[in-house]
């Protein structure tokens, strides 16, 4: 399974970016997504996840309100909005995996836990 972060960049506090992350070589819908942040020097820290079906999504406490995860399992794709951007959001994002059975309802917030992870995607947010 490949996983294939896009959509970061420069942004200026107050704006809006919309990650991507493309995924290959599974069966997407069979596949919890994750994203997950690192800054340099501070451990990965998990963003959002969203279930196999879309149907119910978790936040870290530091986006809730801000950002929204969804997915497109016809486009093997699964994004993350982020509005309202802060300096303090600037990192390196990583989209990540797990697949999961159907009946597995868990929402999946630590990085041991995934088996899959993108390249990450740089975001930068100017004060």
């Known amino acids: 399974v490949q996983l294939q972060a896009s959509g970061g960049g420069l942004v200026q506090a107050g704006g809006s970016l919309r990650l991507s992350c493309a995924v290959s070589?599974?069966?997407?819908?069979?596949?919890?997504m994750g994203w997950f942040r690192q800054a340099p020097g501070k451990e990965r820290e998990f963003v959002a996840g969203?279930?196999?079906?879309?149907?119910?999504?978790s936040y870290a406490d530091s986006v809730k309100g801000r950002f929204t995860i969804s997915r497109d399992n016809a486009k093997n794709t699964v994004y993350l909005q982020m509005n309202s951007l802060r300096p303090e959001d600037a990192s390196v994002y990583h989209c990540?995996?797990?697949?999961?059975?159907?009946?597995?309802?868990?929402?999946?917030?630590?990085?041991?836990?995934?088996?899959?992870w993108g390249q990450g995607t740089q975001v930068t947010v100017s004060s």
């Open positions: 070589g599974g069966t997407f819908s069979r596949y919890y």
């Open positions: 990540a995996a797990k697949r999961l059975i159907l009946t597995d309802t868990r929402h999946l917030s630590t990085a041991f836990e995934y088996d899959y």
């Open positions: 969203i279930r196999r079906s879309g149907d119910s999504t």
